[in-house]
């Protein structure tokens, strides 16, 4: 069993920057990819970022070179630092534990936080 604990969402105005935070507790946290998804009202969740246990990362066309994922094993959590904000940026972003198979695929993570809204005014 894995716990994750999101934190760091808020209101900003666009242009803006938050950096979230996803505190692990449970299994191995340190060996295992982790991911941001995002899901705005009435769409369907969205892969956001992950980041493999040695620090490979992979983004989503529409954040990346403003979206910057990163991890702290030693304190069990993983970052979401994000910059340049815009108003279609705002969602509920949840941390998500990786099993296996498409990491694009919501379906291949079994545990998930509770997730933290970002709100991006204009």
């Known amino acids: 069993q894995v716990e994750l604990v999101e934190s760091g969402g808020g209101l900003v105005q666009a242009g803006g920057s938050l950096r979230l935070s996803c505190r692990a507790s449970?299994?191995?946290?340190?060996?295992?990819?982790m991911a941001w998804f995002r899901q705005a009202p009435g769409k369907q969740r969205d892969f956001v970022a992950i980041?493999?246990?040695?620090?490979?990362?992979n983004y989503a066309a529409s954040v990346k070179d403003r979206f910057t994922v990163s991890r702290d094993n030693s304190k069990s959590t993983v970052y979401l630092q994000m910059n340049s904000l815009k108003p279609e940026d705002t969602a509920v972003y949840s941390c998500a534990y990786y099993d296996r198979g498409d990491y694009l695929s919501p379906e291949n993570y079994p545990y998930w936080g509770q997730g933290t809204q970002v709100t991006v005014s204009s």
């Open positions: 449970g299994r191995t946290f340190g060996s295992n990819s």
């Open positions: 980041i493999t246990g040695g620090g490979t990362t």
